[in-house]
Antibody, heavy 120, light 107 residues
Framework: EVQLLESGGGLVQPGGSLRLSCAAS????????MAWVRQAPGMGLEWVSP????????YYADSVKGRFTISRDNSKNTLYLQMNRLRADDTAVYYC?????????????WGKGTTVTVSS | IVVMQSPATLSVSPGERATLSCRAS??????LAWYQQQPGQAPRLLIY???TRATGVPARFSGSGSGTEFTLTISSLQSEDFAVYYC???????????FGQGTRVEV
């Protein structure tokens, strides 16, 4: 069964850091682009950052550029999101997603999400 | 690219047909997907490439359109179809795709 399991969310103060992880199973991880998508409370979906299967290509939404870093370890079937200088508007559920296409076009598998709350 | 969904809320009775609209500010060819999100759950892929149903999606869901105008049709609403639906474009570059704001389908 194809599965994505996120971890690492929690409560953090503004300006702090968190690292999210996503453990993938049931498919050949390195063959797929992956991405993070987030959803603020009561709001819609926001594409945060994709990464190619080889990790050679990464992109960032303007809202997180310079603060967040996406990475992957294909030997561990794990996707990461390092989040620094967190702000209140980063509060959201963060979904790990498998994306179809070399850098990911649409998302065919979603994790259950991990909640990040930025508050003092 | 701006992606606008309408209506924001659609009130439909079980068994009726629901038609959801997604309009883009630039031409997308057929680079558009639709997702369903049940309360408290992650989204689920329904349609990609504007009209191709994802694996396991019932035939009552259909997508159409190209360019700037797209439609998701649910032919006969079942109880489990009451949810929020999002469209997502993947035509822009760099690949920081845009979601619509969602349409809530309610009883």
């Amino acid at each position: 069964e194809v599965q994505l399991l996120e971890s690492g969310g929690g409560l953090v103060q503004p300006g702090g850091s968190l690292r999210l992880s996503c453990a993938a199973s049931g498919f050949t991880f390195s063959n797929y682009a992956m991405a993070w998508v987030r959803q603020a409370p009561g709001m819609g979906l926001e594409w945060v950052s994709p990464i190619s299967g080889s990790a050679g290509d990464t992109y960032y939404a303007d809202s997180v550029k310079g603060r967040f870093t996406i990475s992957r370890d294909n030997s561990k079937n794990t996707l990461y999101l390092q989040m620094n200088r967190l702000r209140a508007d980063d509060t959201a559920v963060y979904y790990c997603v498998r994306a179809i296409g070399d850098i990911g076009y649409y998302m065919d598998v979603w994790g259950k999400g991990t909640t990040v709350t930025v508050s003092s | 690219i701006v992606v606008m969904q309408s209506p924001a809320t659609l009130s439909v009775s079980p068994g009726e047909r629901a038609t959801l609209s997604c309009r883009a500010s630039q031409r997308l060819r057929t680079n558009l997907a639709w997702y369903q999100q049940q309360p408290g759950q992650a989204p689920r892929l329904l349609i990609y490439d504007a009209s191709t149903r994802a694996t396991g999606v019932p035939a009552r869901f259909s997508g159409s359109g190209s360019g700037t105008e797209f439609t998701l049709t649910i032919s006969s609403l079942q109880s489990e179809d009451f949810a929020v639906y999002y469209c997502q474009e993947y035509n822009n570059w760099p690949p920081l795709w845009t979601f619509g704001q969602g349409t809530r389908v309610e009883v």
